[in-house]
């Protein structure tokens, strides 16, 4: 089994920078694609970016050039370093991974705003 939990969201201005956490825990994590959604208010939840097993990434166009995926596996944990942060970018981010079934972690809200 997995369990996920996102860490990391707050209030940031136009501009600015945020890194997002991942915790992860069962023996599939470390070799698992994970990825990042994100869910803005009132509209649909969408795919942010990827990172497979073997460190292999890929990223949403909205994001490309702003947004980096990583991962430690000695912590067991996959980042989401996040720079020049809109108030588009606004949204409950979420993490995920899919082994026989989808799990997801409980979120972190994300605000931009000056």
């Known amino acids: 089994q997995v369990q996920l939990a996102e860490s990391g969201g707050g209030l940031v201005q136009p501009g600015g920078s945020l890194r997002l956490s991942c915790a992860g825990s069962g023996t599939v994590f470390n070799v698992a694609t994970v990825d990042w959604y994100r869910q803005p208010p009132g509209k649909e939840r969408d795919w942010v970016a990827t990172?497979?097993?073997?460190?292999?990434?890929n990223y949403a166009e909205f994001v490309k050039g702003r947004f980096t995926i990583s991962r430690d596996k000695a912590s067991k944990t996959v980042y989401l370093q996040m720079s020049s942060l809109e108030p588009e970018d606004t949204a409950v981010y979420y993490c995920h991974l899919k082994f026989m079934t989808d799990y997801w972690g409980q979120g972190t809200q994300v605000t931009v705003s000056s």
């Open positions: 990172i497979t097993g073997g460190e292999v990434t």
